[in-house]
């Protein structure tokens, strides 16, 4: 179609998650037909002009791309066992893992059905603005036949054709964010020692997070030619302030594992003769499965 805005979709799934999606569909204008196994959650969908579809079958059948967003993968082989989805398009935006991803594509393009998998980069709220980051992974033929009606959710990214790459993608998204929050809270769980509260040392925290940001990119070229010479600090020097950082939470009664974590990492490779090399040579022990 040469207007995007009429490109039919359903949406299943009407969780939270679900419910912005296919509001954000609307809002675009795009004719949008919602399914969930508890029909009260489309009520105010279907107040906004969404269609309410009987069954999964129907659904399908009513949109020119489906968009799943259910609990997690086996719902989906669930809900989709006995349709026949032959000729259809789905996006499945169902939280899962890259493994899952790849089985989930292999089961649907057995049964005729043209299959990308994605990401969802965002809470609810932000759905249907640039603030809301959607991964897609799979054949690209497919991604751009549809690019112009999934940028309705917001700000979509094309990964490339395996489709396990959107779900890669986002665990390693949660790790980062996980990781900023954790840093975050030990320092935080240190200043309260002192009288100081978390609004306070939050934009401090903010600025080292952002500051530290910037040298990925450096230390991306590293990691990907193999070499870290040292052209900041090497790692033996970082072990040392490590140490400092353990010295400092005992001292002042604050759990110290997470910086011993650093801190084992970082004996292991000194250990492994990378005393002299720069941080990112770490990643050749994150490479390593847990052996113990």
């Known amino acids: 179609m040469n207007n995007a805005s009429e490109t039919s979709v359903a949406v299943i799934g009407l969780g939270l998650m679900g419910r912005s999606l296919a509001g954000a569909f609307l ?18 969908l279907v107040a906004q002009g969404a269609r309410l579809a009987p069954t999964v079958g129907d659904a399908l059948r009513a949109s020119a791309i489906t ?128 009288g100081i509260d978390a609004a306070t040392f939050a934009p401090f925290a903010q600025m080292m997070a952002a500051g530290v940001a910037t040298w990925l990119p450096g230390y991306a070229e590293q990691i990907d030619s193999g070499s870290y010479p040292a052209e900041v600090a090497a790692l033996e020097t970082d072990a040392r302030s490590m140490a400092h950082l353990i010295e ?26 990378h005393g002299g090399e720069q941080y990112p040579v770490l990643i050749e022990e994150f490479a390593k499965p847990h052996s113990g």
């Not at 991803?101 to 640039?130: C, H, K, N, S």
């Not at 390693?172 to 030990?186: E, I, R």
């Open 27 to 44: 809002a675009a204008g795009h004719p949008t037909t919602v399914w969930n196994r508890t029909p009260a959650k489309a009520e105010g």
């Open 67 to 194: 968009i799943l967003c259910v609990t997690d993968y086996p719902a989906v082989r669930e809900l989709f066992g006995t349709n026949d989805v032959d000729g259809t398009t789905l996006l499945n935006l169902t939280s899962g893992d890259s493994a899952q991803a790849r089985d989930t594509a292999r089961w649907f393009e057995q049964r005729g059905a043209r299959y990308l998998d994605g990401a969802i980069m965002a809470v609810p709220q932000t759905i249907g603005t640039p603030d809301a980051m959607i991964l897609h992974s799979g054949p690209q033929a497919d991604f751009d036949a549809h690019r112009e009606t999934l940028r309705a959710l917001g700000t979509v990214s094309y990964l490339g054709a395996d489709h396990g790459l959107a779900a890669l993608y986002d665990v390693a998204g949660l790790t980062m964010m996980w990781s900023v929050l954790n840093a975050w809270l030990q320092g935080t769980a240190m200043l309260r020692t002192a």
């Open 248 to 273: 400092e939470c005992e001292a002042l009664g604050v759990n110290a594992q997470l910086p011993k974590l650093f801190k084992a990492l970082a004996d292991r490779s000194i250990a492994a003769g």
